[in-house]
DNA sequence: GAAAAACTGTTCAATATTGCTCAATCAAAG
DNA sequence: CTTTGATTGAGCAATATTGAACAGTTTTTC
């Protein structure tokens, strides 16, 4: 599931701080929605940056299942694997809106991490929140019903907390796609989803899905 | 489940060199097995980094149950949460082993990270494999029947691939927390555990728990 | 070394989940 | 506007999983 950094950290985030700190070594890059921005096997030598736009990152397994491991924004790096050393791209990476993309060689990221300050701090900063996000992740797996994880992937879609009024829930999403990023079956979802539908937790308005402020419940009862 | 970093990156978290880095606010704490470091709901004002010796980290459920997000080693860090502005501890840190902890203020460690640039490499890295490692774990969900996942995670305790014959799995470590680990039930693990004896996976030893290659055929296979 | 506490192997019935299949919509592309 | 492919709601049988129980072991603790 994508992690959406703290409001706060996002705002340190300018692009344009963050442009004039890399040197060369970089490019902007332009994807139009559902292109591939790299391959699961890929050889890994450069990470991405988020000027504008989603990316959804997947997995498949050996036998073809397909996970979700996130949705990313605006603001978010992906494919730092490759500075900590693993050779090959372990997922994909694939443009879930236009967008707009940093790339950034994996020498000028070293350089820069190891040069720039105000740079290396903006980017620990980015992996301590991921790595919390992958944490709770890992805590909703381990402590809750598919159908909780489906409750809470809704809201985090739907950017719960940030208004007060009930958001629209990315326009289009799947059910087959909701399913990869909790681990469950699309028929679950389907059964959920109506479920939930049916108990006034969800609309299925025609800009999209909307997701009432009542999911909260059942994600939290219990 | 705790992230080995590398090999590689293990050599260079040389504690001299670690311990040079931080000016003050730095302190050597001893703990001895079974106690417990901090709990879930303490300020979280300072990181830990672990000499010598194993911790466990934990999270209970609003419902009382029990997760264990992985277990950590010598080298490993813990607690960075609150380098991301978590004004709590998100889990619970448990010595499982008698240790020896440095214990780093959170000021002394932003002012270092800031400050020093082979401590902020160092610490980049060890985030990034951090990453890498919760990653997997997700992936590992998503996927993976419990069986799988509790063979993964036996690999992973037995430090597979280090050496070429069989390891001893850590001595200790209850059924009740395998099952925490992989998010099911004590009865399956035991249920598991007998079918991967019976099949020669695994044997039961007086030193403890030994973990044979043909273990990986279980997480391989299809 | 005795008593208490923790751990294990096994049950078993109640649920939950998977893996299909099929028909009905919906949406995009000619 | 019609065809094609993707998506969805349902249902159903085969499994898998939970949760709780119990007796037998092992480990701790005093």
Redesign the pocket.
């Known amino acids: 599931m994508a992690p959406p950094p703290s409001a706060k950290q996002k705002r340190e985030f300018e692009p344009k701080t963050f442009l004039a700190t890399i040197g060369e070594g970089r490019k902007v890059l332009a994807h139009s929605r559902k292109q591939t921005i790299f391959t699961q096997g890929d050889a890994a030598d450069a990470v991405f940056y988020i000027q504008e736009g989603k990316v959804s990152l997947t997995v498949v397994s050996k036998i073809g299942?397909e996970a979700t491991l996130g949705i990313l924004n605006k603001g978010d790096f992906f494919g730092e694997g490759a500075l900590a050393g693993q050779a090959l791209r372990m997922g994909s990476a694939t443009a879930l809106t236009d967008c707009e993309l940093l790339r950034i060689d994996k020498k000028a990221m070293m350089l820069a991490l190891h040069r720039e300050h105000t740079f290396s701090d903006l980017f620990v900063a980015y992996l301590l929140s991921r790595n919390i996000r992958y944490e709770e992740d890992l805590v909703d797996q381990l402590f809750n019903?598919?159908?909780k994880r489906l409750a809470r992937l809704l809201l985090l879609l739907a950017h719960f907390g940030k208004e007060g009024a009930p958001e629209i829930v990315i326009p289009?999403?799947?059910?087959?796609?909701?399913?990869e990023m909790i681990?469950?079956?699309?028929?679950?979802?389907?059964?959920f989803?109506?479920r939930f539908?049916k108990l006034g937790f969800l609309d299925?308005g025609?800009s999209g899905l909307q997701v009432h402020s009542s999911l909260l419940n059942v994600v939290l009862h219990d």
Do not use: C, H
Not at 184 to 190: G, P
């Open positions: 299942k019903s598919s159908e289009k999403i799947s059910q087959e796609t909701l399913a681990g469950t079956t699309r028929s679950r979802v389907s059964f989803m109506n539908r299925y025609e």
